[in-house]
């Protein structure tokens, strides 16, 4: 058994990868933690920062730094999942990959290589409602699909 969790950097996902462990540990299930980083996002970031200081001309270096610094801390994050699953004694990996986030998801959680896809049920936005994403891809994930809350 394979165990997919989604990450996005969110207290969420976290809870969602404590989850997954879980079951992981009673099933000697394998998990992998996924994490998508979509450079739009980067993009968007910058733009308003931008037009916020005054500096059009700075967007392209505020979006490398943004882009940069996602990258950094989602795998720190991924990093710190992992080893607290291996001292828990779960048999665990992390996968980070580029592009949109709907896409990106779905091909891997399609691909036939799970059993099982653990997903926190908000975003890293915290609001209150069901994450926007989790919206978006729900119903195409083929495997069962564990929302946390």
Not at 41 to 50: D, L, P, Q, T
Not at 110 to 117: C, E, Q, T
Request: charge should be positive; hydrophobic fraction near 45%.
């Amino acid at each position: 058994m394979r165990i997919l969790v989604l990450v996005d950097g969110s207290k969420w996902s976290q809870k969602a990868a404590l989850h997954a462990f879980a079951v992981a540990k009673s099933k000697k299930a394998k998990v992998v933690l996924f994490s998508v980083l979509d450079r739009r996002e980067a993009r968007a970031i910058a733009f308003h920062a931008s037009v916020r200081s005054g500096s059009l001309e700075e967007i392209k270096r505020f979006e490398e730094t943004l882009w940069e610094e996602n990258k950094k801390s989602i795998k720190d994050l991924l990093t710190t999942l992992l080893e607290l699953g291996q001292r828990e004694g779960v048999n665990c990996a992390f996968k980070i990959v580029e592009g949109p986030a709907k896409d990106r998801i779905l091909e891997e959680a399609n691909s036939g290589n799970y059993s099982l896809v653990v997903m926190g049920a908000y975003g890293k936005s915290g609001k209150t409602r069901i994450g926007s994403l989790l919206e978006e891809v729900v119903g195409h994930i083929e495997p069962p699909v564990m929302i946390v809350r």
